[in-house]
């Protein structure tokens, strides 16, 4: 049972910064894309980061030049560096995995539990 557990959320002024982390264990033969998302209050989910399995990079609009997404596949795990943070970055933030399992069905989608980013003075 593949199992992921987030940290690095917290409570940070504008302009600040923050490193989000996931790290995924439990039967894993290979994670393809690694994937963060976030939702604010009384907003649909979105896309912020992507890496993929050879490491391309693609972010949405509004946290380009701001955020950095990178893997550690060692040690199974996606980063969020996230920079010049402002107030409207403020949600929960999720990792999300696409991974090749080593047994049955060989193949599975998962979510973190979600990490909260609150920036404000």
Do not use: H
């Amino acid at each position: 049972q593949v199992q992921l557990v987030e940290s690095g959320g917290g409570l940070v002024q504008p302009g600040g910064s923050l490193r989000l982390s996931c790290a995924a264990s439990g039967g894993i033969l290979r994670i393809n894309s690694m994937n963060w998302y976030r939702q604010a209050p009384g907003k649909q989910r979105e896309l912020v980061a992507t890496i993929t399995s050879g490491r391309s990079t693609d972010y949405a609009d509004s946290v380009k030049g701001r955020f950095t997404i990178s893997r550690d596949n060692s040690k199974n795990t996606v980063y969020l560096e996230m920079n010049s943070l402002k107030p409207e970055d403020t949600a929960v933030y999720y990792c999300n995995l696409d991974v090749t399992l080593i047994t049955a069905p060989y193949y599975g989608n998962y979510w973190g539990q979600g990490t909260q980013v609150t920036v404000s003075s």
